[in-house]
DNA sequence: AGAGTGGGCCTTTTT
DNA sequence: GGCCCACTCT
């Protein structure tokens, strides 16, 4: 392990004064972070602030910022934490390797794609890119999957990716997760093979792919490993808690040769295990590497002492976890509320006035929130808030870049950028009358056997199909044949290149058009999108930085492009609110089966993670919080009876404000509620 | 045979 | 509200 001497400037040159600005926690920290470092960092504990600081610190301290890697949960908190280093600095010359693990590796596998089986140009699949491959593949190997119940694309796709997170065999995994495994696990196998093969073939990588691949890149290529190693003199991870086994792996080995990884996290925040994130990257880091410096931030500085009691009352029930103790450092406030209500209309009438009371007494939209466990819990919300012209923005779900439209045009695009892109092509040419999943895959191939140097421009299509799907193809190799003529020879004479904002253009502007007329009533608005979607294009010089921003910025989501600094209430699933904090925070639907999520409650350790939710959900609030039920929830048209989610029972009684609303009979509360005319 | 359409069914979380 | 499947049309 070597060590590292900074060339520490007199401290009277410093811009900050570290010792001021921080709390003593925090400092010890920045002042700390050689080596190898673990910072257990409660909710709301300063952790970003301190990370800002210790980069700032680096910086002043001479450190370059191209050697510094900072790893974060969203590429949002990365472009925050910057901007604020900025600010604070006054500028940065060069930037800092910032975002999350797949944004990093995104950019460093585009230098070194021949090293992995790929081109610079590879695409990178969407979960519904990934999908319809998968399905692809199942077509392609002949399963039946009506006889014995194969599993879908997408418990496919999850089983996969499980296991490629994990680094444990698909056919493990598929024996442990599916309940007729043993029957099928040879066909699961071969679907996982065919996937990774045709990937490969059409130069595409999925998210996982990404992680992988990056790992695999530093293994085997020793020029490569020690050029990175060698750049990378800080390592800084955010949200270390969620990180899974690649990932852990990735920044232990870059942080390898200079030996300084600092990691931040907090166990009781760790929501993301379905997805493969393992908390024995953050438990085992001090035995991992002995000499490891552990710090604990332990001040509160976001939430009232009534709403950490809570949040830690509940918390208490897990049995894996560090033990803690979070200091609320603010003035006590009011108690959390707890309301009932009769269905889920009336849990939105409340929160509805609620939401209109808080800003009568001057708090603004944007400082609430509505946190719930799975996002369709916002739609009866949705319609009350639309009802009494109440601004919302509504985060999670369905994402800009994912609507049909928005991925329609960007297929178009990314098969300008990678031609051996099947999924692009399969999306864009069946969107034409008369063609199909069969006679576009078939084209393909025969497109593909004319060679991968054939110029597309000369490819005549319409001859390669038959009569029915001419019309059609047609207006497909029109609309190809347009964008190609916008590219132009790049500086060097090499190679064409094309503007993303113009592609989108010749598309959005052409037949298109009159498909999504026909085919969607709101037409209108979604034309809009695809402005807003060439607007957003207009930053980018080039085709694959953009294409890979679009399928790896977590972005902006519906209607959100144009309001970013609208006053609006904050609908949000719990994991999109992590980091986050709100004046405000409303937590609905807390019934069983909605959360604790029902399928989420029968996997193993799945109520202790449901737990940590419930944790995250309630420590997003500063000064207001508000848990309801609904007594009776209508999903298909049934009626059904609901029971309280286990989670309130583990509140001590004086630690809530029960509240009945007066509207109708509720149950009988004993004499200290308090009853709100609603 | 393959494309298109209408009805029934379920709905976790994300890079 | 979206997705899958079965049925009908070309």
Redesign the pocket.
């Known amino acids: 392990m070597s060590t590292v001497i900074l060339h520490r400037r007199p401290a009277k040159d410093l811009k900050i004064d570290y010792a001021k600005e921080l709390n003593a926690e925090q400092f010890v920290v920045v002042e700390n972070g050689d080596g190898h470092v673990l910072v257990l960092a409660g909710a709301g504990s300063g952790k970003t602030r301190t990370i800002v600081y210790r980069v700032a610190w680096l910086l002043e301290h001479g450190i370059s910022p191209d050697r510094i890697l900072l790893v974060t949960f969203?590429n949002k908190a990365a472009r925050e934490m910057l901007t604020r280093i900025q600010e604070r600095l006054g500028g940065v010359p060069s930037p800092i390797w910032g975002g999350?693990f797949?944004?990093v590796a995104n950019r460093i596998l585009r230098r070194y794609a021949d090293r992995v089986g790929r081109t610079p140009s590879f695409s990178i699949l969407?979960?519904e890119d990934s999908r319809s491959l998968i399905n692809a593949c199942i077509a392609d190997l002949n399963i039946d999957?009506?006889q014995r119940r194969f599993p879908?694309?997408?418990v496919l796709k999850?089983l996969i990716s499980f296991s490629r997170n994990t680094r444990q065999d698909i056919a493990d995994i598929a024996v442990e997760k599916l309940p007729n495994a043993h029957a099928i696990v040879d066909q699961v196998v071969g679907v996982a093979r065919r996937y990774a093969e045709r990937k490969a073939k059409q130069n595409l990588m999925d998210?996982d792919d990404l992680l992988v691949l990056m790992v695999e890149l530093l293994a085997n290529h020793a020029d490569v490993r020690t050029k990175l190693q060698e750049q990378f003199q800080y390592v800084l991870v955010d949200e270390f808690q969620d990180t899974n086994s690649l990932q852990g792996e990735l920044v232990r080995n870059l942080a390898s040769k200079h030996g300084n990884l600092l990691v931040v996290g907090d166990d009781s925040q760790s929501i993301y295990a379905?997805?493969g994130a393992d908390i024995s990257n953050i438990l085992q880091f001090p035995k991992t590497f002995p000499e490891t410096k552990q710090f604990r931030l332990e001040s509160n500085y976001r939430s009232t002492p009534q709403i950490l009691k809570l949040a830690n009352a509940v918390i208490r029930h897990n049995l894996e976890q560090f033990p803690k103790e979070l200091h609320a450092m603010r003035p006590a406030g009011d108690l959390p509320q707890l309301i009932p209500c009769r269905d889920d209309g009336q849990e939105a009438t409340f929160i509805a006035q609620r939401i209109l009371e808080l800003q009568t007494n001057g708090t603004a939209f944007r400082e609430m929130a509505v946190l719930v466990?799975?996002?369709?819990h916002t739609q009866a919300l949705e319609f009350e808030l639309a009802q009494r012209d109440i601004p919302y923005i509504v985060r999670?779900?369905l994402?800009f870049f994912e609507r049909a439209h928005i991925k329609d045009v960007l297929a178009y695009v990314k098969f300008i950028a990678n031609p051996a892109d099947e999924v692009a092509w399969l999306r864009a040419t069946?969107l034409h009358?008369?063609?199909?999943?069969?006679?576009?895959g078939e084209l393909f191939n025969r497109v593909q056997s004319l060679g991968s140097d054939t110029d597309l421009k000369t490819i005549n299509f319409v001859s390669l199909v038959d009569k029915?799907?001419m019309k059609g193809i047609a207006m497909f190799q029109a609309v190809i044949r347009k964008m190609l003529d916008t590219g132009v020879m790049d500086e060097k004479k090499e190679k064409v290149v094309y503007l993303p904002q113009e592609l989108i253009r010749v598309v959005a502007t052409g037949e298109y058009i009159d498909y999504l007329r026909t085919q969607y009533p709101d037409a209108d608005e979604r034309l809009q999108d695809l402005e807003q979607l060439a607007l957003f294009a207009s930053k980018y010089k080039s085709l694959s930085s953009f294409l890979s921003d679009v399928s790896?910025q977590?972005a902006f989501s519906v209607g959100a492009v144009s309001s970013e600094n609208d006053d609006a209430i904050v609908l949000s699933?719990i994991?999109?609110a992590k980091g986050l904090e709100w004046e405000a925070v409303f937590v609905p639907r807390l019934v069983e089966g909605s959360f604790p999520?029902g399928?989420?409650t029968e996997?193993r350790n799945g109520i202790e993670e449901e737990r940590r939710l419930f944790y995250v959900a309630t420590t997003r609030a500063k000064t207001h919080l508000a848990l309801s039920y609904p007594l009776v929830i209508n999903?298909?048209g049934a009626m059904l009876l609901t029971r309280p989610s286990r989670f309130l029972d583990e509140i001590p009684s004086n630690a809530l404000d029960r509240v009945e609303l007066q509207e109708e009979g509720l149950g009988n509360w004993d004499g200290s509620e308090r009853i709100i005319q609603i």
């Open positions: 969203t999350t797949h944004h969407d979960q999957t009506k879908t694309a997408n999850n998210f379905f997805r466990r799975a996002i369709s999670g779900g994402r069946t009358v008369g063609v199909g999943p069969k006679t576009a029915r799907g790896l977590e699933t994991h999109q999520n399928r989420a996997e999903p298909t």
